[in-house]
């Protein structure tokens, strides 16, 4: 018999068969319910003592929480079981013994703090509410890859070992390739750049990447999952922008649409942003924050108790995601291209959830020259980036692209306050295990 899902069980007629967790088991002597959960739902089994043969009967008394059972039986109406149906029960299996006592409760009725939950994710993820994160998540990934392909991008795969970082400094994982140093990637940006070179146009991918912060904060990991896109023949910073609040339109628009079980499991209300976002200018962010009672100076990083107070300003005026541009040039990476009509500025963007830093963004320098020489002023040496600096001396188009944190947008969009749990299986500087 083929197996059905507990959400298909409405309507059913005749025998079925479902499998899965045994998530609860009351026994009241001359009957007993087994609450039966899948991937859809859960759904009662009802034992009567004078429905069932004895051998049935013993295994249902044995039987320890979690375990993982297969049931056939009849399908009938009752209002006060799960789904208002339940099954009478014609052969049970046991698929998998749970042992006792399990390392914690999957139904949430006694608490576990996070570390707990997340050594034992396998079993924390059980619960629905939990699981719903990462069906969001994926929802989230097919708006993304929806959204890019309709604008002619295609999907790519980059390199996740590299003979230099990204990004020069000392956040990065060094290996050993053979014989030789190399490191993880702290993004994609150097390969999406080579795609630019390669005639490609538009390309994306959402891919990991590295940094070896030693950040112990709810927002920080050292293994993250980004967004990254790539585009040639831009005219400024403002065509990466279009985009990119396409696909966060189109992201949020897919939750909605197929995840509303999700978000009301979650108890989370989303809405569509309206087109184009609220763009604030680096200088503008300083002043509201300045209004606010924070002082920044000018060419510093905008610090999270600023942004929180930047982003309860827009929440208010009715802005959850808005656009902060024309950054500090010594405060951007190296590849950004200073604006030609004021070089102490970049063409780049940061994309914000209410106090969230999503992603950045901009025009990249396509001239070789002024490519080698940010890159000297920075601290690094161009002849340790020959594959990279090879691809700006033969016909290099003027581009642009993002990367967005899809850790940080899962978290921020659900009002998660730390990150780690809209991760699988989070890395953080104590934490390299499940």
């Known amino acids: 018999m083929?197996?059905?899902?507990?959400?298909?069980?409405?309507?059913?007629?005749?025998?079925?068969?479902?499998?899965?967790?045994?998530?609860?088991?009351?026994?009241?002597?001359?009957?007993?319910f087994?609450?039966?959960?899948?991937?859809?739902g859960?759904?009662?089994?009802?034992?009567?003592?004078?429905?069932?043969?004895?051998?049935?009967?013993?295994?249902?008394?044995?039987?320890?929480?979690?375990?993982?059972?297969?049931?056939?039986?009849?399908?009938k109406e009752n209002e006060q079981a799960p789904g208002g149906n339940e099954i009478h029960p014609e052969s049970l299996e046991l698929l998998s013994e749970a042992k006792k006592p399990l390392p914690m409760d999957p139904r949430g009725k006694?608490?576990?703090?996070?570390?707990?939950?997340?050594?034992?994710?396998f079993m924390d993820l059980r619960k629905v509410d939990r699981r719903a994160i990462f069906e969001v998540r994926d929802l989230a990934c097919r708006g993304a890859r929806k959204c890019l392909e309709e604008n002619g991008f295609m999907e790519v795969h980059t390199p996740k070992i590299t003979v230099s970082g990204t990004e020069g400094g000392a956040e990065v994982f060094?290996?050993?390739?053979?014989?030789?140093?190399?490191?993880?990637?702290?993004?994609?940006?150097l390969y999406k750049q080579l795609m630019q070179a390669s005639g490609a146009e538009r390309v994306y991918e959402i891919t990991p990447q590295w940094r070896a912060e030693k950040s112990r904060t709810p927002r920080h990991l050292t293994e993250?999952?980004?967004?990254?896109?790539?585009?040639?023949?831009?005219?400024?910073?403002?065509?990466?922008?279009?985009?990119?609040?396409?696909?966060?339109?189109?992201?949020?628009?897919?939750?909605?649409?197929?995840?509303?079980?999700?978000?009301?499991?979650?108890?989370?209300?989303?809405e569509?942003?309206?087109?184009?976002?609220?763009?604030?200018t680096y200088d503008e962010a300083l002043e509201i924050a300045e209004e606010e009672g924070e002082d920044i100076q000018w060419g510093e990083d905008i610090n999270i108790k600023a942004m929180r107070k930047i982003g309860d300003r827009l929440k208010e005026e009715g802005h959850d995601f808005y656009f902060i541009k024309r950054w500090p040039a010594d405060e951007r990476a190296f590849y950004y291209r200073p604006d030609p009509e004021d070089t102490k500025y970049s063409q780049t963007?940061?994309?914000?959830?209410?106090?969230w830093e999503l992603s950045s963004g901009g025009q990249r320098i396509h001239n070789l020259e002024l490519l080698k020489k940010r890159i000297e002023e920075q601290g690094m040496d161009p002849s340790d980036m020959r594959f990279y600096l090879d691809a700006f001396r033969y016909g290099m188009p003027p581009h642009g692209g993002f990367g967005m944190g899809l850790d940080r947008f899962i978290a921020s969009v659900l009002g998660i306050e730390n990150i780690k749990e809209a991760v699988l299986f989070p890395r953080t500087p104590d934490r390299l295990e499940p």
């Open 2 to 32: 083929e197996r059905i899902h507990t959400s298909d069980i409405a309507g059913s007629s005749g025998s079925v068969k479902v499998q899965g967790w045994l998530r609860e088991k009351r026994d009241l002597g001359s009957i007993m």
């Open 34 to 40: 087994l609450i039966l959960a899948d991937r859809y």
């Open 42 to 75: 859960e759904v009662q089994i009802t034992v009567k003592e004078d429905e069932v043969d004895g051998n049935l009967l013993e295994l249902a008394e044995e039987l320890t929480r979690e375990s993982v059972i297969s049931v056939v039986g009849a399908v």
């Open 110 to 121: 006694q608490d576990a703090n996070l570390a707990t939950r997340l050594d034992n994710r």
């Open 174 to 189: 060094p290996i050993i390739y053979y014989e030789r140093e190399a490191f993880l990637v702290q993004s994609a940006q």
């Open 224 to 270: 993250s999952w980004s967004v990254d896109m790539e585009m040639s023949f831009i005219e400024d910073q403002e065509d990466v922008m279009e985009v990119q609040e396409m696909v966060v339109r189109d992201m949020v628009n897919m939750i909605k649409e197929k995840g509303r079980k999700q978000l009301e499991e979650l108890d989370v209300g989303l």
């Open 272 to 280: 569509i942003p309206e087109l184009p976002l609220k763009r604030l």
């Open 349 to 355: 963007f940061d994309l914000n959830y209410r106090s």
